[in-house]
């Protein structure tokens, strides 16, 4: 497949990296050839400096060739202008990053797919949505949605505990520490299924003779109804539910999280500069109040009810920052934490921290332009943060190879877990024997590069 990237800022260097490893014909475009040198020893890819406006140098990047066109760069009007080209010129399917809510209304796209575009990314608008979801429950480090929420995938750090003995895992108040997972299963599988555990940095696919450990980070996916139940067992039954919310850094993250939370939280929004303390006045809701000053202002933020609050957000765009932030709050006592976290590469130490939820823009757009490169009918993709792993949406095909046995038998690639599934619009866990039939949603959790071997299970 033959992929053209317009732009080598962080998204775009991004995508190049992750393409790359899937073995794809990528050519980056950027008229910065500073931005392009070092990734030409870095990454087993084509770099051309030259504008992706530039109807020649869109020609001499064999445009007519493109299976994909992604444009993001900076400017929003640079990256309609180049897909519109593209397509013009040959381009198979294009996709542009925007930073404007208008362009990202359902009434809207129909327009744009006639501009030649068809698909509009806007990274603080995804991002701002995984912070609403994520922020649902005090006690999970991050959830997924499907199914309208009726089904839904949460991560829950795993604590320090006295587990009983083996036989008392039937006492509901007992807590999933230190016991296997066929344990559990026997008594509670029919609530959740443990489709994966992360432990000393790495995410594996767990069997029924695996213990939950404390620090485990153990994925669960269930339905709305087991989810008080995983609150129960993980010993999370005192955790209060998100109410008070102090924002830290008025950037458009914070603005669109904004939008994205709750009306029912009380939210607070810390920003040192004056003058976009009044600008965030006109572009928040009418319920957020905006406070001039620093985040780290330790007498400021204890005079906010520092120690009442439920839910602390570091958004500023200095990831050190956000991250030491996040560890004074949870270190003061607040129970749920998100910060974003750009640099990559400082994941692992932000998970060591204990910083809580991370929030990583480039990965959510990386997500959605993901899910385009699949041959399978695929309705969604999640590139997690704390995890070397990939959760999709798939909807199952007539005569595509899932469905020929059950799951069980059906010899899927090694670190790939089916969860869940959505049946006639029911949401219902799935077991060894389950039978997938054609229009069933099927969401599977993947660890490694193993997303790019099961597409075409669903062809």
């Given at each position: ?71 993001v760069t900076p400017h929003e009007s640079e990256n309609l202008t180049c897909c519109m080209l593209a397509k013009q ?228 765009d200095n990831d050190e920052q956000n991250i030491l932030a996040c560890v004074a709050a949870r270190r003061k006592g ?126």
């Amino acid at each position: 497949m033959k992929i053209i990237i317009a732009g080598a800022g962080a998204v775009g260097t991004h995508l190049a990296r992750l393409l790359s490893k899937d073995n794809m014909d990528v050519t980056l475009m950027d008229s910065d050839v500073d931005k392009l040198s070092k990734l030409n020893t870095e990454l087993d890819i084509m770099t051309l400096p030259k504008s992706p406006t530039s109807i020649k140098a869109l020609k001499s990047a064999d445009v007519d060739d493109a299976d994909l066109f992604i444009a993001v760069t900076p400017h929003e009007s640079e990256n309609l202008t180049c897909c519109m080209l593209a397509k013009q010129l040959g381009a198979k399917r294009t996709v542009a990053r925007v930073d404007n809510y208008e362009y990202m209304k359902p009434e809207n796209l129909t327009l744009f797919r006639n501009m030649g575009i068809e698909s509009l990314i806007y990274p603080e608008l995804l991002a701002a949505q995984d912070i609403a979801s994520s922020s649902k429950y005090s006690w999970v480090r991050q959830m997924w949605e499907f199914n309208n929420g009726d089904m839904v995938l949460l991560s829950v750090m795993m604590h320090e505990s006295n587990p009983r003995s083996d036989n008392e895992i039937e006492n509901t108040n007992n807590i999933l520490v230190g016991h296997t997972l066929k344990q559990i299963g026997i008594v509670h599988g029919h609530f959740f299924h443990v489709v994966a555990i992360k432990r000393n940095g790495e995410t594996v696919v767990p069997y029924g003779d695996e213990k939950i450990l404390p620090r485990d980070l153990v994925f669960f996916m269930t339905t709305k109804e087991g989810i008080s139940i995983i609150k129960k067992l993980s010993g999370k039954e005192d955790y209060p539910d998100t109410e008070h919310t102090v924002i830290i850094g008025g950037s458009k993250l914070a603005v669109r999280a904004d939008w994205a939370l709750p009306d029912s939280y009380s939210l607070k929004i810390i920003e040192p500069d004056v003058e976009r303390c009044q600008e965030l006045g006109a572009l928040t809701k009418d319920r957020t109040l905006i406070i001039n000053g620093e985040g780290y202002d330790m007498d400021l933020l204890n005079d906010e009810g520092f120690n009442h609050l439920e839910a602390f957000f570091s958004l500023t765009d200095n990831d050190e920052q956000n991250i030491l932030a996040c560890v004074a709050a949870r270190r003061k006592g607040v129970r749920k934490t998100i910060a974003q976290v750009e640099n990559i590469d400082y994941f692992d130490m932000a998970e060591n921290l204990d910083v809580g939820t991370i929030i990583n823009k480039k990965v959510i757009a990386a997500s959605h332009i993901y899910r385009m490169l699949l041959q399978g009918d695929v309705d969604n993709v999640k590139m997690l943060t704390v995890a070397d792993a990939d959760v999709a949406e798939f909807i199952v095909k007539e005569k595509s190879k899932v469905t020929q046995y059950p799951i069980m038998q059906l010899s899927l690639p090694r670190g790939v877990n089916i969860g869940g599934m959505i049946r006639d619009g029911k949401s219902m866990l799935v077991s060894g024997t389950t039978q997938l039939q054609a229009g069933d949603k099927v969401v599977v959790f993947c660890i490694g590069n193993t997303l790019k071997k099961l597409d075409k299970w669903f062809r």
